[in-house]
């Protein structure tokens, strides 16, 4: 960000954008959120597509940098797996707005079901898949299922915990997390876990 005045902006779209959804809100909601004019919002961003895509860019860049340090650390795949899932339930806790748009709009948007929108979850499914793939070697992981099957049910663990929360209005204790994580794990790794 350039300065307070696009953060403030910022913040009150992902409040709006949360509330009303993507295709209800108008830049004048935001403008009206953020105590701002309607021309100063549209002097930092073009348009609600631009800001969207702002906010939706900084989320991809925080949730591939962090699988990218994961997949280069020299910790035990379990470890690694635990800090995916506190990266989602921590960012929650957080910035539940975000995570709220990555929910609402971002995994269930027909937007991201076209191929740009398929290449960030692509990414994503990547770079996770390194790790499995990397605790598979190790003979952490079943080297039985395929580590794109071990990906994808994993994540979907954790969308789906996410999604309840969200959807919820829940917010994120450090029992909670704690609980959610140990849960994730143990019903990852009963099916998933080498011997």
Known sequence: ???????????AALEVFRDKGYAN???ADIARRAGVSYG???HYFAGKEVLFDVIVEGWWGQLYQMLKDEGASDTECREKLENIIKFF???????PNLVSIFVTEVSRSSVYHTAGGLAKFRTFFSLTEEIMREGQKKGFLRS????HYLTYIFLGAIEAFISIMVL???EVTRERRDRTINGIIKVFL??????
């Open 40 to 42: 100063l919002v549209y």
């Open 144 to 147: 039985d299922i395929g580590p």
């Open 1 to 11: 960000m350039k300065n307070n005045k696009q953060e403030i902006i910022v913040e």
């Open 89 to 95: 339930l921590d960012t929650y806790a957080e910035e």
């Open 190 to 195: 009963f099916g998933a876990g080498a011997d």
């Open 25 to 27: 809100t108008r830049m």
């Open 168 to 170: 919820g209005k829940e």
